[in-house]
C-alpha cells in the first residue's frame, strides 16, 4: 500500500512529506509533500477564481472542457493503471477496470449536466398570476477529500459530478495513494483551459482537516464514518454543507428461490474483489435454510478459484493498510472464538499484507464479523429460517449503503425491504457500475449523493423564482387588502378543502 510513513519522524515531530510505499514489496514509490493551512487557503483562493471563470463558461463549454480532460486521462490510461496497481495493491486488470469506470461517470457527468440542470417550470397553485420555475446554479467551490480503495473511481464520483455542475474542485486523495491523485491534478492542468478548476493538495488527515475547515461551498467527504465525523465537526465551523460518503456493512440476501450458482459467484466476487476493500463489498450473506447447504457448496467451489498474491494472475492482491490486516485478523479471531466455523482461509493463513479468501459459517450476529466494516476478503454465511429473518438480519445495522437480494418470485418486493441506499437484484454490486444512478447511503453510511442527476444537483444551490406575470383584481402581497378579506379567505379554504358549515353538519350526523 502506499503506507503514509513518518520518513521525517523520528524526532517527535509530524513529518513533512509522505512517501508512498508498495503494499505487496514495500517498496518506495514516491514522495509527496504535505499540503499545510496555507497552501490550502492559497489552493481554495485560486480555485475560487478559477470557479467564476468556469462557471461563466455555457454548458456546452463546460462539456467540451470535461471530453478534453477525459481524453487525457484516457490517454494515459495505462499509466494511471499501473499507479493504481502499485499504491494500492490491486490487480493489474482491476485497475484498468477502475479508470474505465472512473471515465465512464466522467463521461456521464459532463454530457448529462445540462439536460439535468435546466430550469424547470412548476405549478403555481393559489399564486395563479405568477410563472415558477426551480433553477440549479453551481455552488463554487468543492472540497473533495478522497479514501485509498478506488484511488480514481470514488473520488471522480464528486469530483466529475462537481466540476459538471459548474463548481471548482480541491481534491486532497489519500495519504496510501497520493500518486494516483498527482497524477490526475497533472493530467488535468495540461487539459483544462480554466487554470486551477481542478487542483489537488497531497496531505494527510491534517491537509484534510485544514481542507474541511476552509472557506469552501461544500465537503464532499469520502472514507471512514469516524473520520466523517471529525470533517462534519470542522465544516461546522463555517457552516459549510457536506457530503459524506462513508462505509458499509452491506448483506446479501439468498431466498429459496434463487438461482444458486450465480447467487453463489456473485457472493464470493461481491465479497472478495478488491480483497474486499469496498465500501459497498458483500459483508455479510443470510441463506434460508432450505437451500443453504447448496449454496455454501457452490460458493466454497467458487471460492477456491481466487488466487492471491502479487503475481499478474492473482485475482486479490494486498491489503492497502497495514492496520487494517490487523482489523480483519481480529474480526476473524473473534468469530472463531465465538464458534464460527471456517471452511476456506481463515486467520491463520494471513501471510503479511496477503489474507487469503476466507468463507465462514455458523456466524451470528454478535460477532464483530457480522457488524463492524472488515475490509478483507471475508464471506461470512448465516442460515436463516425465512427471507423475513433475512431482512430483519439485513436491516439489524447502523450502516446503509449496498446490498443485493437473489431470488425470483417476490425478489423485487424484498429489494425494497432491505434500508439501504442501493441493491442488486441478482447481481452484487452493479449499481455502482450504472452512472446515471444515484450513489449513496443511510445512517452511519452517510447521506448525501453522487452519480445520477441526484449526484449533479448535490453541487448545485437549488433557487426558486416566482414572477408575476399579470395583477390579479384582489392582491394577495400587499397590505392594501379590502376590509372583508378575512371572510373571503375563510370561505376560499372551505370551498378549496372542505370542514365548511355543510361538512361540519354532515360530520355531526356522520353522513
Ligand atoms: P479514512 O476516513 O481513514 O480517510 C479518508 C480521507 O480522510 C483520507 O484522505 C484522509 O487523509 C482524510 N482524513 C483523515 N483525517 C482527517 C481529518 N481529521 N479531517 C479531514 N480529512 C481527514 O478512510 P480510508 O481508510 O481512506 O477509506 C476507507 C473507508 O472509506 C471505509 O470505511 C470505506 O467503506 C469508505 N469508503 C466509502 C465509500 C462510499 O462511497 N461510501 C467509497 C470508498 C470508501
Not at 492497502?320 to 468469530?335: W, Y
Request: proline residues 5%; aromatic residues 6%; hydrophobic residues 45%.
Amino acid at each position: 500500500m502506499a503506507l503514509h510513513t513518518s520518513t521525517y519522524g523520528g524526532n517527535g515531530k509530524a513529518p513533512e512529506a509522505i512517501e508512498s510505499l508498495s503494499p505487496a514489496t514495500g517498496e518506495i514509490l514516491g514522495t509527496v509533500p504535505i499540503a499545510g493551512p496555507d497552501e490550502v487557503t492559497a489552493a481554495v483562493a485560486r480555485a475560487r477564481s478559477a470557479a467564476a471563470r468556469w462557471a461563466e463558461l455555457t454548458a456546452a463549454g463546460r462539456r467540451a472542457e470535461l471530453a478534453a480532460w477525459r481524453r487525457a486521462l484516457a490517454a494515459r490510461a495505462d499509466d494511471l493503471a499501473d499507479l493504481i496497481h502499485r499504491e494500492n495493491g490491486k490487480p493489474r486488470t482491476d485497475a484498468i477496470f477502475e479508470v474505465m469506470m472512473a471515465l465512464s461517470h466522467l463521461h456521464h457527468a459532463g454530457e448529462r449536466a445540462e439536460k439535468a440542470l435546466r430550469p424547470h417550470r412548476v405549478p403555481s397553485g393559489l399564486m395563479a398570476n405568477f410563472r415558477c420555475s426551480v433553477s440549479y446554479h453551481p455552488l463554487g467551490v468543492v472540497g473533495v477529500i478522497g479514501p485509498w480503495n478506488y484511488p480514481i473511481f470514488t473520488p471522480m464520483g464528486s469530483i466529475a459530478y462537481a466540476l459538471a455542475a459548474g463548481n471548482a474542485v480541491v481534491f486532497k486523495p489519500s495519504e496510501y495513494t497520493p500518486l494516483v491523485g498527482q497524477l490526475m491534478g497533472e493530467i488535468a492542468r495540461q487539459a483544462f483551459t480554466v487554470a486551477d478548476v481542478f487542483q489537488v493538495l497531497t496531505g494527510d488527515g491534517r491537509t484534510g482537516a485544514a481542507l474541511a475547515r476552509a472557506e469552501l461551498d461544500k465537503v464532499a467527504f469520502t472514507g471512514s464514518a469516524s473520520t466523517g465525523k471529525r470533517v462534519m465537526a470542522a465544516a461546522a465551523e463555517r457552516l459549510t454543507p457536506v457530503l459524506m460518503e462513508l462505509g458499509g456493512k452491506d448483506p446479501m440476501v439468498v431466498a429459496d428461490d434463487a438461482d444458486l450458482d450465480k447467487a453463489a459467484e456473485a457472493a464470493v466476487w461481491g465479497a472478495m474483489s478488491n480483497a474486499g476493500q469496498a465500501c459497498v463489498s458483500i459483508e455479510r450473506c443470510y441463506v434460508v435454510d432450505a437451500v443453504y447447504q447448496p449454496f455454501v457448496d457452490k460458493v466454497l467451489a467458487e471460492a477456491r478459484q481466487v488466487r492471491w498474491g502479487a503475481d499478474d494472475d492473482a485475482h486479490i492482491g494486498a491489503i492497502t493498510m497495514p492496520r487494517q490486516v490487523d482489523v480483519i485478523r481480529d474480526h476473524l479471531e473473534d468469530a472463531v472464538a465465538r464458534g464460527a466455523r471456517v471452511l476456506l482461509g481463515g486467520p491463520g493463513e494471513i501471510r503479511g499484507h496477503f489474507v487469503p479468501p476466507t468463507v465462514l459459517v455458523d456466524v451470528t450476529p454478535a460477532m464483530k464479523i457480522m457488524s463492524e466494516e472488515t475490509f478483507g476478503p471475508i464471506l461470512p454465511i448465516q442460515r436463516v429460517a425465512t427471507v423475513e429473518d433475512a431482512v430483519v438480519q439485513a436491516n439489524a445495522t447502523r450502516y446503509g449503503l449496498g446490498s443485493a437480494v437473489f431470488g425470483k418470485a417476490r425478489v423485487r418486493e424484498l429489494a425494497d425491504r432491505v434500508r439501504a441506499g442501493m441493491t442488486s437484484i441478482n447481481s452484487a454490486l452493479a449499481f455502482a457500475a450504472v452512472p446515471s444512478l444515484p450513489f449513496g447511503g443511510v445512517g452511519d453510511s452517510g447521506f448525501g449523493r453522487i452519480h445520477g442527476d441526484e449526484g449533479l444537483r448535490e453541487f448545485t444551490r437549488t433557487k426558486a423564482t416566482a414572477e408575476e406575470r399579470f395583477s390579479l383584481p384582489v392582491a394577495l402581497l400587499t397590505f392594501r387588502l379590502p376590509r372583508n378579506t378575512y371572510d373571503r379567505v375563510r370561505g376560499l379554504i372551505h370551498h378549496l378543502h372542505g370542514g365548511g358549515i355543510v361538512d361540519r353538519v354532515r360530520g355531526k350526523l356522520h353522513l
